[in-house]
């Protein structure tokens, strides 16, 4: 069974790179045939596809926000961060980490993600 949560700070200051680090148990990132995504919700919004990191350690992220996201593994401690760089205040969201065992090409709908962290609250603001 596949787990993932969430961790990193609940404020950001708008400028400033939003970093959070999503927690693997019950898989390994290296090799479980699955892609680890970065989901966000804004307010009053639907859920956002920001990026992948795959198993075999590359990267696709949304077009719209590729210009300011990484996505990055440490596979030894079973973990995979999300940087977005330059927020404002429309990038508070509840952010999710989620893995699916399709790519971003074959996914058609949220049930293709198998898994999902409980998310966790981001807030920029000065």
């Known amino acids: 069974q596949v787990q993932l949560q969430e961790s990193g700070p609940g404020l950001v200051k708008p400028s400033q790179t939003l970093s959070l680090t999503c927690t693997v148990s019950g898989g390994s990132l290296s090799t479980n045939y699955y892609y680890w995504s970065w989901i966000r919700q804004r307010p009053g919004k639907g859920l956002e596809w920001i990026g992948y990191i795959s198993f075999g350690g590359s990267t696709y992220y949304s077009p719209s926000l590729k210009s300011r996201t990484s996505i990055t593994r440490d596979t030894s401690k079973g973990q995979f961060t999300l940087q977005l760089r330059s927020v404002t205040p429309e990038d508070t969201a509840v952010y999710y980490c989620?893995?699916?065992?399709?790519?971003?090409?074959?996914?058609?709908?949220?049930?293709?993600?198998?898994?999902w962290g409980q998310g966790t609250q981001v807030t920029v603001s000065s």
């Open positions: 989620a893995s699916s065992a399709k790519s971003i090409r074959e996914v058609t709908s949220l049930n293709d993600y198998d898994y």
